[in-house]
């Protein structure tokens, strides 16, 4: 990898190491990127956010910021004109250059035209809600199956439903182990949820069924950390429910203290509509906790990962793993992040 270039194009990045809420699996994608591949030049433009035209450093990694701030047409159009002439930049100062865009928008816009203009290497990493229907991008651009990597099985078949076409490749999220404290802690908080709080969430369902448990575990302690446009409606929900001395509505947390919360929970619930692959759920597995959820991201088994398909299943498969004294809530690592940056760069150098 020595002498190589490895460019990404993300919406977002962190604005500096201190910002452990934005995006916290591509952080750790691109921490596992410099520490498998010390070699290589990892550079990151960061479209929308952070709000600074300021080049940084980020663990030692270049960050340029494009100051967008999610601005409508125009300002889009320039800060893609303003990308534009960057990659021209590096591609004359560093050579040769391969290009990773995060999500099918704006990001594999200009990398796929980059790419083609300038004859370098582009994939797209297909993570989430890019997949779904309806995504303008993808009618404009025509991608071919080999520039698509799929995060799960999930979005690749998904993709497929609604365009036609199958993503070649699947590189899975993963999680990084030493993020996590090795000390062993009480799981004194038998509920757990982690997310935005926004529709999609559906942490109404996760509040109706506390409601639902109290009366067979009247002593139960839940907690949703997140932020986002449904607070107020959960919050007013849970008073209305008289669930106040029972479920925490946390607010937003650090990462590291989400990890921790993670740590001393018995059950991650995710009643959430629609899921890429949700780094939340892989993280609270490798801290032990038990993960209920109605997506299923591959197709196979994971332990500890428990698939249902409605609210009633969630119910008994929660009752079913507070009732067992003998539950294991020793860590599950399906997928390291390790593995998936090795995979990522396999994909260009194959």
């Known amino acids: ?26 952080q750790s994608f691109v921490k596992a990127l410099k520490n498998n591949f010390p070699d290589l030049n990892i550079i990151i433009l960061a479209f929308q956010y ?50 990773f865009s995060f999500w099918y928008g704006e990001c594999a816009l200009l990398g796929k035209r980059f790419s083609e203009r300038y004859n370098a290497k582009h994939l797209t990493w297909l993570l989430g809600q890019d997949a779904r229907a309806k995504n303008k991008y993808v009618k404009w651009l025509h991608p071919k199956a080999e520039e698509l990597v799929a995060m799960s099985v999930f979005l690749s078949q998904e993709f497929e439903r609604n365009y036609v076409l199958r993503p070649k490749f699947v590189v899975p999220n993963g999680v990084d182990p030493h993020l996590f404290s090795a000390s062993l802690m009480e799981r004194d908080l038998d509920i757990l949820g982690v997310g935005s709080l926004i529709p999609l969430k559906m942490y109404d369902i996760f509040i109706d069924i506390i409601e639902e448990l109290k009366s067979q575990f009247p002593f139960i302690k839940a907690s949703i950390c997140g932020k986002g446009e449904e607070f107020s409606v959960l919050q007013s929900m849970i008073v209305k429910k008289r669930l106040s001395d029972t479920i925490e509505l946390a607010g937003e947390k650090s990462h590291p203290e989400v990890l921790q919360m993670m740590q001393r929970s018995k059950i991650f619930l995710h009643p959430s509509s629609y899921e890429g692959f949700s780094g939340a759920c892989l993280e ?49 690592l399906p997928f390291s992040m390790d593995d998936s940056a090795k995979a990522v760069m396999q994909l260009f150098h194959r």
């Open 284 to 332: 609270a597995l490798y801290a032990g906790a038990h993960v209920i959820s109605f997506c299923n991201p591959m197709d196979k088994k994971i332990s500890h990962w428990h698939i249902v398909h409605n609210k009633e299943e969630m119910i008994q498969k929660v009752i079913a793993i507070l009732n067992n004294p003998n539950v294991d809530y020793s860590p599950v």
């Open 1 to 26: 990898m020595k002498d190589r270039t490895f460019i990404i194009l993300t919406p977002g990045f962190p604005a500096d190491e201190q910002d452990s809420t934005c995006l916290p699996a591509q």
């Open 50 to 99: 952070p709000f600074s035209k300021q080049e940084y450093l980020w663990n030692g990694i270049q960050v340029i910021p494009f100051n967008g701030r999610n601005k409508g047409k125009l300002s889009r159009i320039v800060t893609w004109i303003k990308v534009w002439r960057t990659l021209k930049k590096l591609k004359t100062e560093n050579h040769p250059i391969d290009l």
